[in-house]
């Protein structure tokens, strides 16, 4: 296409700067303008989609028209920077920093506990920035729906909830007190129940400065004068796209005349989505902001007129004003898309994303156009041949030509007409996750009636979410038109939608039946909401709807999350300086929450730098034939093409760095290129062909076991006598539990950055890892080289979890690798879904059980078969279903017993450590055998739980002696604080009065082995320097993963030196300064370096001591002063050898793990039956944490630990294809929870006064343990779902698999819907996904 070349200047302002761009690129996205142009690297990259929040910021206009600014926050990821022009951005940076001030928002976050590993805070500021510069005085519903697309994978919400709570305009209360009394009003010491100990409550911080808006920045004055100016097209012209934004109507269409391909971008977040998925690009590209006439919004005699580019948001305010001023009669379409509007992606998007761009763009799931179609919204279209209307109907959503805008036409605005007297409207939608979360089926139905009659005069029924367009049941609905609106016509319609809609066995998305039993759920809760309304209107004509059919109506609805948080005080002689024991804030908190916090990505360039694409396998299993990269290395920019032949040493331990002569599972890394830039790396690695021959793969638990294909050898532990066991019970039970896989999710994706040095081959490595020797290790014997010439670096990881202990090595050998072919320095920053691609994660499950009892509910015996999914090699295999084996009992004593575990090799990617390390799979899978016999037994749960826990001091089933009464103290704790009794018979009352809406309780009892199995596994090691003037530098090998490791480092080195913390200073994790670290995981990072720590500063306190004791009153620094003349050293290392931990697998026998930690959760649910939605209503969860070194930290990893666990246990989900492809690679398809899935309550005790004389302080390690009371919410939805099944007389020992989602509760609930729906026989047909569990 010939442009003229000319571009105009592209002028906004970044943080009150003016930038001038003369080269705008149209393809240039903001995000990555901002980090790499502007070097402003606070906002983070989380997936390049728009469904991290990661990347938010602040955008404003000038409205010349209504002389206003309006401010609006946005994902940059997706936002051109083109789209920009007139526009003020404003970045964390320019909410606040440590060099000039720290804004409100950013203080009161990392006051309030609120950051982790600190790589989503950036974007949590900022969506409240947006928020508090339109209100200044929000409500708590606007905070919380600020942060609907605001992903977190650390915290659990409730600290960021709790730090913007004092904002609202509401009581400014940062949490609920057991007592009822304001947090704010004064510090609370209260009582603890059980022991009479000062306890504290709450963790925020109450003093805090208000928000000044006079610091804030003010818009341009330059900008406004723009907007009143700009008058004229402005085009900026790429390298392969040309941006158009005409200024008016007129120019525009003459524009679409001439390129009628060139497509309307207002929001970008579709066509935006289209170019990241497919590459799609434009060439020309028209940007239709500044005509007046798509804004406009005009109310008529019939309805309203929407401006086209109005974004959804703008929509949402505009109805949300309207409705309350019209009849509610006229209102019905209205509240239907206001229902969406709530729930629709995240405020950033909603804020982006236009009206116009949303109904032409109809995607099959996007909510609005089923509602607008049904309610007969118009399009009024304009193009230079004049204007004209058009129905969006059916047939416009389906694409039909005649029905359809044409190419030269564009939406100016939409009319949405007022609804009638006789006229009902609903709209539907169920998602995976409440909110920030595309439709898995949605819906926009309508009747009208003869007017005072139930007689159907129109009817229309459109699906979303089933087919590749919205659909609509026509046929059906005509022939319904004429009867009455009754039983027997509801179930008419059921069978026609049924007969019209079809969803093929196959479908894409899969979920096939729970989609087709959605369709009859939408309309029967259709029929009910109808039925009511019409009794409203005509109370005489028309009877009330019984209870049991009320209760259908309405959807689950979540409230305000409150939190409690009881911890013990510190001893009152304890002295006011020393910070142990005190919840003190993250020692990043604040540079995490202004965005000067430095992940690998926000490393400066270094000259020279080279970026890393990877070439990955589409085949599970194949021979590599051939590789061919010489059309990538023509590809302009890329340097080097690098395979296994480049690795001059090893090419990985266990598991290539580059794939050989074989693929192994689909995603294994075969070759990288290496470019000048990203785009360019990634261009030539499309160009890269692979040929390949296949082999059969194993992809499934199943199929491995039928081959054989294990990675390790059987694991086994024997305890009693089984045999005797099952002869002597009165009941056996035999079943099986399934528990999917999960991905790591941790917000900074693998990242490194290597570079070469000039002398001695040395490199320099930065990277996200908990493990820096292995990096090292591996890196070195990939080169070739001594240990000693690579130098790794971690300041901080942005998340892990257990996912970055042995991934990171093999990305660091393979950017090495390419350092070293091309003695450049190269940075390889994975992009969400290669990451998800290529790694594996926590390990699918599958148990087999055969339990032995008496009807008293006692458990004899028991007989475990345990299998995980390894992947494809061995990884962290081993150790996962060792811990599986040995932890399986949980806190039950099951006197005879025999666990056996495989670890089966397929080929998938090799699944590795997850938090928890296998014990959340066998310790579900042990709860559910303890369901199965109270369900046989008829006996509560929590009795059976009871009869078998642990009692007194007792044996493990490795015969490892250990003391259960503090298992029991969290127990009755729990029971107590939980008021589990009363609660229990409140959920029971519920439960009979609704039919399709269940609540239900459950309280998880947990014994946790803290550590690892090996000594071995627990060294540590610390450096500890003091420098002349006093201050200290202290160094470990644990590393910072959003755990708050050196922050309890630096608390622990303030109390063994006696100094205030500001005298202390962390800088990095190193193996140039402590070597041989091992990987921070397994929740004893923290203590085992904390030990290293604490020796290092003893040997230099004992040294300091001749000083001292010449000296008594005199200070810090002259003590340090007169050391050093008197050549005493300053820096010593300190070492912890371990605690001594074995297991001997021949004997079965062992001191497995440093000690227990107990912990108890009590959680309530309340489910939708006729959806599969459910609400996490309250949890208590009380922990024995001992001395809390901070509570503010633990309490923050039971909290976040948790919420991860509600994530595996209800709602992540991962899906493969049956060729063993991962279809589930980005927070579009993988829904870790968000702010909506946390309790509504969810409070948090520390017992008190219990004592570990094993870790340092009498401390105990939290990071893992919280995770699997996420448990108590999965047993709460069994319970509930079991109500409804008793309700419907169907057998109650029924099977859930994990994770619980939306459509495993729905399905649970059999009921007269999930029986009209078409069945497909396994076998019969190629399912979308397949089980690998
Ligand atoms: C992370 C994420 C989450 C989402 N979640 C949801 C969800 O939960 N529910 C839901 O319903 N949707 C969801 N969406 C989809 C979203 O609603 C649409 O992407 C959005 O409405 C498109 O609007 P836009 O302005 O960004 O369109 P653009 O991407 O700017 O344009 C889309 C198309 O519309 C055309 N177009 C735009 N305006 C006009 C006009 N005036 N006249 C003619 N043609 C025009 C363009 O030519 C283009 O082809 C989500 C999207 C993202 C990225
Ligand atoms: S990076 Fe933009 S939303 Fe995730
Ligand atoms: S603190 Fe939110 S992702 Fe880590």
């Given at each position: 296409m010939a442009c003229p070349q000319q571009s105009d200047e592209l002028i906004f302002f970044v943080n009150g700067r003016k930038v001038i761009e003369r080269q705008a690129d149209p393809e240039e996205l903001l995000l990555y303008y901002l980090r790499k142009k502007l070097r402003l690297s606070g906002t983070k990259y989380g997936c390049g989609i728009g469904g991290c929040g990661a990347c938010t910021v602040m955008i404003s206009t000038y409205d010349p028209v209504a002389k206003q600014i309006q401010h609006r926050p946005a994902n940059s990821c997706l936002l051109p920077i083109c789209s920009l022009h007139g526009a003020a951005v404003t970045t964390v940076e320019g909410v606040g920093s440590i060099k000039t001030r720290i804004h409100p928002i950013q203080e009161r976050l990392a006051k309030c506990h609120g950051s982790q590993c600190g790589f989503c805070t950036p974007g949590m500021v900022m969506s409240i920035y947006a928020l508090l510069r339109n209100h200044a005085e929000p409500s708590m519903e606007q905070i919380i729906s600020a942060?609907?697309?605001?992903?977190?994978?650390?915290?659990?919400?409730?600290?960021?909830?709790?730090?913007?709570?004092?904002?609202?305009?509401?009581?400014?209360?940062?949490?609920?007190?057991?007592?009822?009394?304001?947090?704010?009003?004064?510090?609370?010491?209260?009582?603890?129940?059980?022991?009479?100990?000062?306890?504290?409550?709450?963790?925020?911080?109450?003093?805090?400065?208000?928000?000044?808006?006079?610091?804030?920045?003010?818009?341009?004055?330059?900008?406004?004068?723009?907007?009143?100016?700009?008058?004229?097209?402005?085009?900026?012209?790429?390298?392969?796209?040309?941006?158009?934004?005409?200024?008016?109507?007129?120019?525009?269409?003459?524009?679409?005349?001439?390129?009628?391909?060139?497509?309307?971008?207002?929001?970008?977040?579709?066509?935006?989505?289209?170019?990241?998925?497919h590459d799609a690009y434009h060439p020309i590209i028209l940007h239709p902001v500044r005509i007046p006439e798509m804004y406009v919004v005009s109310s008529t005699n019939d309805g309203l007129v929407i401006g086209a580019a109005c974004c959804l948001a703008q929509l949402r305010d505009i109805l949300m004003e309207a409705v309350p001023k019209l009849p509610e009669e006229k209102t019905k379409i209205y509240q239907a898309l206001l229902q969406h509007l709530r729930t629709l992606a995240g405020e950033q998007i909603r804020s982006m994303a236009s009206l116009g761009g949303h109904i032409v763009s109809r995607g099959s799931n996007w909510d609005l156009n089923p509602v607008l179609s049904v309610g007969k919204s118009v399009l009024n279209l304009a193009s230079e041949d004049g204007e004209r209307q058009v129905l969006l109907n059916d047939q416009f959503l389906a694409g039909c030509e005649h029905a359809d805008i044409k190419p030269k036409e564009v939406i100016v605005s939409v009319f949405i007409p007022y609804s009638m007297k006789d006229d009902f409207i609903s709209a539907f939608r169920q998602a995976e996750r409440q909110k920030n979360a595309l439709s898995i089926v949605n819906s926009g139905m309508r009747v009208l009636f003869s007017p005072g009659t139930d007689i159907i005069v129109d009817l229309s029924i459109l699906y979303g979410g089933i087919g590749s367009t919205t659909l609509s049941a026509r046929k059906s609905c005509e022939k319904l038109i004429g009867r009455r609106w009754n039983d027997q016509m509801l179930s008419e319609a059921c069978r026609l939608v049924l007969e019209e809609i079809l969803i093929p066995s196959s479908a894409p998305g899969g979920r096939v039946e729970y989609r087709r039993t959605l369709l009859v759920s939408f309309l029967f809760r259709f029929y009910l909401e109808v039925l009511h309304g019409l009794h409203q209107m005509y109370p005489f004509r028309y009877?009330?709807?019984?209870?049991?059919?009320?209760?259908?109506?309405?959807?689950?609805?979540?409230?305000?999350?409150?939190?409690?948080?009881?911890?013990?005080?510190?001893?009152?002689?304890?002295?006011?300086?020393?910070?142990?024991?005190?919840?003190?804030?993250?020692?990043?908190?604040?540079?995490?929450?202004?965005?000067?916090?430095?992940?690998?990505?926000?490393?400066?360039?270094?000259?020279g730098e080279l970026s890393l694409a990877v070439v990955t396998s589409i085949r599970a299993h194949a021979k590599i034939i051939s590789i061919d990269a010489s059309e990538a290395l023509r590809v302009p920019g890329v340097v080097d093409v690098v395979t296994a032949r480049d690795v001059p040493g090893e090419n990985g331990k266990d598991e290539q760095a580059y794939a050989e002569d074989k693929v192994i599972c689909v995603g294994q890394i075969i070759c990288a290129v290496v470019a000048e830039s990203v785009t360019q790396a990634k261009c030539g690695a499309e160009k890269v062909k692979i040929v390949y021959e296949d082999l059969e793969p194993i992809l499934t638990i199943e199929d491995a076991i039928k081959h054989k294909s294990y990675i390790t050898e059987e694991r086994k532990i024997e305890k009693g006598d089984i045999e005797k066991g099952f002869e002597s019970a009165d009941e056996i039970i035999e079943g099986e539990l399934h528990v999917g896989g999960q991905e790591h999710f941790y917000l900074e994706t693998n990242s490194v950055l290597v570079i070469p040095r000039v002398e001695d081959k040395e490199m320099d490595v930065y990277v996200s890892t908990q493990h820096a020797t292995d990096v090292q290790e591996l890196v070195a014997s990939a080169l070739n080289l001594q240990s000693n010439k690579i130098?790794?670096?971690?300041?901080?990881?942005?998340?892990?979890?257990?996912?970055?202990?042995?991934?990171?090595?093999?990305?660091?050998?393979?950017?090495?690798?390419?350092?070293?072919?091309?003695?450049r320095p190269v940075r390889f920053v994975l992009e969400r879904n290669t990451d998800m691609l290529t790694t594996g994660g926590r390990h699918p499950f599958f148990g087999k059980y055969k339990v032995g009892f008496m009807n008293d509910g006692r458990i004899i015996a028991a007989d475990f078969q345990c299998y995980i999914n390894g992947g494809c090699t061995k990884d962290e295999s081993e150790l996962v279903i060792e811990y599986i084996v040995l932890k399986v009992d949980n806190a039950y004593s099951i006197p005879n017993l025999r666990v056996r575990g495989h670890a089966?090799?397929?080929?998938?990617?090799?699944?590795?450590?997850?938090?928890?390390?296998?014990?959340?799979?066998?310790?579900?899978?042990?709860?559910?055998?303890?369901?199965?016999?109270?369900?046989?037994?008829?006996?509560?749960?929590?009795?059976?739980?009871?009869?078998?826990?642990?009692?007194?001091?007792?044996?493990?089933?490795?015969?490892?002696?250990?003391?259960?009464?503090?298992?029991?103290?969290?127990?009755?704790?729990?029971?107590?604080?939980?008021?589990?009794?009363?609660?229990?018979?409140?959920?029971?009352?519920?439960?009979?009065?609704?039919?399709?809406?269940?609540?239900?309780?459950?309280?998880?009892?947990?014994?946790?082995?803290?550590?690892?199995?090996?000594?071995?596994?627990?060294?540590?090691?610390?450096?500890?320097?003091?420098?002349?003037?006093?201050?200290?530098?202290?160094?470990?090998?644990?590393?910072?993963?959003?755990?708050?490791?050196?922050?309890?480092?630096?608390?622990?080195?303030?109390?063994?030196?006696?100094?205030?913390?500001?005298?202390?200073?962390?800088?990095?994790?190193?193996?140039?300064?402590?070597?041989?670290?091992?990987?921070?995981?397994?929740?004893?990072?923290?203590?085992?370096?904390?030990?290293?720590v604490q020796d290092a500063c003893q040997i230099l306190w004992k040294r300091l001591e001749p000083i001292r004791r010449d000296n008594p009153n005199g200070k810090w620094e002259d003590w340090i002063s007169e050391a050093h003349k008197q050549s005493i050293s300053l820096s010593a290392t300190g070492y912890f050898k371990g605690y001594v931990t074995n297991m001997n697998w021949d004997t079965k026998k062992g001191h497995a793990f440093p000690y227990f930690l107990f912990g108890v959760a009590c959680s309530e649910v309340e489910i939708d039956c006729l959806t599969g939605a459910h609400k996490n209503i309250r949890t208590d969860i009380v922990m024995d944490a001992c001395f809390s070194i901070n509570p503010a930290i633990d309490i923050g990893q039971i909290e976040g630990a948790f919420i991860q666990g509600v994530g595996l246990y209800t709602l992540e989900e991962i899906y493969f294809s049956p060729e063993g492809e991962q279809l589930t690679l980005g927070p579009d398809t993988y829904k870790i929870p968000a702010i909506c899935d946390i309790p509504e309550q969810i409070r948090v005790y520390l017992l008190p006064n219990s004592c570990n004389s094993i870790a340092i302080y009498s401390s105990k390690g939290m990071g893992e343990a919280g995770f699997f009371l996420g448990s108590?919410?999965?047993?709460?939805?069994?319970?509930?779902v079991a109500a409804a099944r008793k309700e419907r007389g169907l057998p109650l020992d029924f099977t859930l698999n994990s994770p619980l989602t939306v459509e495993r509760i729905r399905m649970a609930c059999d009921d007269v819907f999930t029986e009209m729906i078409p069945k497909d026989k396994p076998g019969t047909y190629k399912p979308w996904a397949i089980n690998v569990d």
């Open positions: 942060l609907d697309g605001n992903l977190c994978r650390c915290t659990g919400y409730r600290p960021i909830i709790d730090s913007y709570r004092s904002f609202a305009r509401e009581p400014t209360c940062c949490q609920l007190r057991e007592t009822g009394q304001c947090c704010l009003d004064q510090e609370e010491r209260v009582c603890s129940s059980s022991t009479g100990d000062q306890t504290h409550s709450g963790l925020c911080n109450p003093e805090f400065p208000p928000v000044d808006p006079t610091q804030e920045f003010i818009f341009p004055p330059e900008l406004m004068r723009m907007a009143q100016e700009q008058l004229r097209t402005l085009i900026f012209h790429g390298k392969r796209t040309t941006w158009i934004s005409p200024a008016s109507l007129n120019e525009l269409l003459a524009l679409k005349a001439k390129y009628p391909k060139a497509p309307l971008v207002v929001g970008n977040t579709s066509v935006g989505l289209k170019k990241t998925h009877a009330e709807l019984s209870q049991e059919k009320r209760s259908a109506l309405g959807m689950l609805q979540n409230g305000v999350p409150q939190g409690v948080q009881i911890y013990q005080d510190v001893d009152s002689g304890q002295s006011p300086q020393d910070p142990v024991g005190r919840p003190i804030m993250h020692q990043s908190g604040i540079k995490h929450a202004t965005g000067e916090a430095v992940y690998i990505d926000d490393i400066r360039p270094v000259d130098m790794c670096h971690v300041k901080r990881v942005g998340g892990a979890f257990g996912g970055k202990i042995t991934k990171p090595s093999l990305f660091a050998v393979i950017a090495a690798v390419a350092a070293n072919k091309t003695g089966c090799k397929t080929n998938l990617p090799s699944n590795t450590a997850f938090r928890g390390f296998g014990f959340p799979q066998a310790g579900l899978f042990v709860e559910t055998c303890i369901v199965a016999v109270a369900t046989q037994t008829g006996l509560p749960h929590e009795k059976v739980r009871e009869i078998n826990m642990y009692k007194g001091v007792n044996l493990t089933s490795f015969k490892e002696e250990f003391d259960a009464e503090n298992l029991w103290k969290c127990w009755e704790e729990c029971l107590d604080k939980s008021d589990y009794y009363s609660r229990k018979a409140m959920v029971e009352e519920f439960n009979m009065k609704n039919y399709w809406k269940k609540k239900g309780i459950a309280i998880i009892p947990m014994k946790f082995s803290v550590g690892f199995n090996a000594t071995y596994f627990h060294q540590a090691g610390a450096l500890v320097h003091i420098y002349i003037d006093g201050s200290v530098l202290v160094t470990h090998g644990g590393i910072e993963l959003g755990q708050g490791i050196h922050t309890k480092m630096l608390q622990i080195a303030s109390r063994e030196l006696k100094i205030p913390l500001s005298y202390i200073h962390f800088c990095e994790t190193s193996t140039t300064t402590v070597p041989n670290g091992k990987y921070t995981a397994g929740s004893v990072g923290t203590e085992i370096n904390a030990r290293a108590s919410v999965f047993f709460a939805i069994r319970d509930a």
